[in-house]
T-cell receptor, first 109, second 120 residues
Framework: EDQVTQSPEALRLQEGESSSLNCSYT??????LFWYRQDPGKGPEFLFT???AGEEKEKERLKATLTKKESFLHITAPKPEDSATYLC??????????FGAGTTVTVRA | GAVVSQHPSWVICKSGTSVKIECRSL??????MFWYRQFPKQSLMLMAT?????????EQGVEKDKFLINHASLTLSTLTVTSAHPEDSSFYIC????????????????FGPGTRLTVT
């Protein structure tokens, strides 16, 4: 069974304080690893897809990296508007997404 | 591009009634759509996979007679919660994976904004 574990569960940062979120996974046949951002009461917003170990992608203050067992989402110099729950999901060859429980990030001004 | 809409955004219904939720891909065709349920402070749980022109595939523990899914076209899937009860109150979210064109090369799933269902 595919499993995704995210840590920490919650992260409180001061504005400008960089940090990283972890996503550990086990999956039978990885098709892709996805990062989403979810604001309260909203659907997940797509951030990145990573397909193979060693791959990295960046978008503004966010950078996602992938190894064979885990992925990291690095937040550089975060701003209050980066406050959200960040979800990691793996997609197996059967096209289904398995989500982690998420990391809720709060950035204080 | 890659926008998914849901309607309604929220609905309140009485116990025993049925509710239909629509999921539309606005600027792409989706041969496959997915329905998720999310309880407060929990992550998304896949309920079923909807394929255009064929029967939906339900995850273990999801009652197919209670949660009716119809994928009538390449841009529309509907979820009907039949004989709703208070325990069905949840946040229902759909997603769609582009089935053609450039976007189809990326395996990305795009999510709708969700529908908040409250059963009284």
């Amino acid at each position: 069974e595919d499993q995704v574990t995210q840590s920490p569960e919650a992260l409180r940062l001061q504005e400008g304080e960089s940090s990283s979120l972890n996503c550990s996974y086990t999956v039978s046949g990885l098709r892709g690893l996805f990062w989403y951002r979810q604001d309260p009461g909203k659907g997940p917003e797509f951030l990145f897809t990573l397909y193979s170990a060693g791959e990295e992608k960046e978008k503004e203050r966010l950078k996602a990296t992938l190894t064979k067992k885990e992925s990291f989402l690095h937040i550089t110099a975060p701003k209050p508007e980066d406050s959200a729950t960040y979800l990691c999901a793996v997609q197996a060859v059967n096209y289904k997404l398995s989500f982690g429980a998420g990391t809720t990030v709060t950035v204080r001004a | 591009g890659a926008v998914v809409s849901q309607h309604p955004s929220w609905v309140i219904c009485k116990s025993g009634t049925s509710v239909k939720i629509e999921c539309r891909s606005l600027d792409f065709q989706a041969t496959t759509m997915f329905w998720y349920r999310q309880f407060p402070k929990q992550s998304l749980m896949l309920m079923a996979t909807s394929n255009e022109g064929s029967k939906a595939t339900y995850e273990q523990g999801v009652e197919k007679d209670k949660f009716l899914i119809n994928h009538a076209s390449l841009t529309l899937s509907t979820l009907t919660v039949t004989s709703a009860h208070p325990e069905d109150s949840s946040f229902y979210i759909c997603s769609a994976e582009p089935g053609a064109g450039v976007a189809a090369l990326s395996y990305e799933q795009y999510f709708g904004p969700g529908t908040r269902l409250t059963v009284t």
